[in-house]
């Protein structure tokens, strides 16, 4: 009776979990690797790495990308294993998606009460699910994720003790051991190095100011400037470069440093505004209804100015459509003397303006303001460094994992300010949600099968 009763609370605080990594490990399950329609190439860089594999040892493999190719030698040497050992992947890939959702809500919306956890670990859910799909097979499945999701959730994992520090919690030695490890990983990948950089420097001056510092911060800070040195000194990414720039981007050196940054800024901004993004229309209806409910007007109709712009995408004017032919291989194609080519820069400017402004205004606590715009700083920047590389316009979707990662958590944060308010509409607002997200996962095991 005993045990039984202990199995029935265990199912009752953690079944939700356990149905939900059955539906993770599922998904990945069924995925067809090859030949499935999604990835190019049938399987993508997947049967590139696969071929090799059968070919030369990792180590052979791994020293002659860092010479010809690429800087990811742990990615890759991991690459180089999972691509011949797919169930592994599935395993771990599973364990990454939940890691990805777990973070945010461990940082964000947990609470003491265990009813309402289970509640809210499935609403975090449901808004990560609402990520573009393509963002785990845009060069195929295996490639895309240890790449791009997988530092990703390394990333999240390496946070985690930084998080505990400042929330006040008492840091658990699994985990910094964890975040130590898997902080190789994560600043192996340039988008992440570059964050963590960002991130620990912030960090540490924060830590300067306040006679406070952390050493866990202290590492992450050294191994991060440590994986940027490697990767700008690596042989194979100064020579991939040069094959790239010849072979997609022919006078891409010629450009002036204004114009990589602007090429960067309007590629990026034009792809996440004005293109089908659900997680950007969840953001700014989430803005609407909680800057209405305060009775801010202003910032309501900044988030509608931006949720009318992505609407646009599904039925254009023939106004638009000539506004989005603007854009082409150079940006907006943006000249300082032609006043005219102002428009299409000027316009994306006003609408990650307004999206800041209505964002610092639906927050509640000034750490919350300060904190989303870092977010969606990072996530940005992570995004228009790509200005600076000659396969800005074929690096795909994967380079924008980072970017709504960071949208993700802006919206967990706003769901958490539109909880707190205990208003009636915003069980709708929930369910709206839950029900999307449901749909999203329908529509992705469709896809994958």
């Not at 854009?327 to 820069?345: A, C, E, H």
Request: some cysteine; proline content about 3%.
């Amino acid at each position: 009776m005993i045990q039984r009763s202990k199995l029935k609370e265990f199912l009752h605080n953690y079944g939700y979990l356990i149905v939900f990594v059955g539906i993770l490990l599922l998904f990945n399950g069924i995925i067809q690797l090859n030949g499935n329609g999604l990835t190019p190439n049938e399987g993508g860089d997947d049967n590139f790495f696969r071929t090799v594999a059968n070919q030369q040892g990792v180590l052979q493999f791994v020293h002659s990308r860092y010479e010809t190719w690429s800087s990811r030698v742990l990615i890759e040497g991991t690459l180089f294993f999972f691509v011949t050992h797919t169930v592994l992947w599935r395993i771990v890939n599973s364990l990454a998606i939940l890691i990805i959702i777990y973070v945010p809500y461990r940082s964000i919306l947990r609470n003491d009460n265990k009813e309402q956890n289970r509640r809210l670990f499935l609403l975090a859910a449901g808004v990560v699910v609402m990520g573009p799909l393509e963002l785990l097979y845009n060069t195929g499945w295996i490639a895309t994720t240890l790449n791009y999701l997988w530092p990703l959730a390394a990333m999240g994992v390496t946070l985690i003790p930084i998080i505990d520090k400042y929330q006040g919690h008492r840091r658990k030695p699994v985990l910094v051991i964890l975040g130590i490890l898997l902080a190789l990983y994560a600043t192996n990948q340039e988008q992440v190095c570059g964050m963590l950089i960002l991130i620990s420097s912030g960090l540490l001056i924060h830590q300067l100011i306040n006679k406070n510092l952390d050493w866990y911060t202290g590492y992450l800070w050294f191994l991060s400037l440590a994986s940027f040195i490697f990767i700008m000194t690596a042989p194979g990414n100064i020579a991939r470069k040069e094959s790239e720039t010849a072979h997609w981007f022919s006078d891409f050196n010629s450009l002036t440093i204004f114009r990589k940054v602007e090429l960067g800024f309007s590629a990026t901004a034009k792809s996440f505004f004005l293109e089908p993004n659900i997680l950007l229309i969840l953001t700014t209806i989430l803005l609407i209804v909680i800057t209405i409910n305060k009775e801010q007007f202003i910032p309501a109709a900044a988030a509608g100015v931006v949720l009318l712009f992505n609407l646009m995408v599904l039925k254009p004017s023939v106004a638009f459509v000539k506004f989005l032919k603007s854009f082409g291989q150079y940006g907006s194609n943006f000249q300082l003397r032609v006043i005219g080519t102002w428009v299409p820069d000027g316009i994306l400017i006003l609408l990650v303006g307004l999206l800041c402004f209505s964002m610092y205004k639906a927050l509640d606590q000034s750490e919350y303001k300060i904190l989303a715009i870092i977010v969606m700083l990072l996530g940005s920047i992570s995004r228009l460094v790509m200005g600076f590389t000659p396969t800005i316009w074929v690096s795909g979707i994967r380079t924008f994992s980072f970017l709504y990662m960071s949208m993700i958590i802006v919206a967990i944060m706003l769901i958490k300010v539109l909880l707190r308010m205990n208003w009636k509409q915003s069980k709708l607002i929930i369910m709206g949600i839950a029900a999307t997200a449901v749909a999203m996962i329908l529509l992705n095991f469709i896809a994958v099968v």
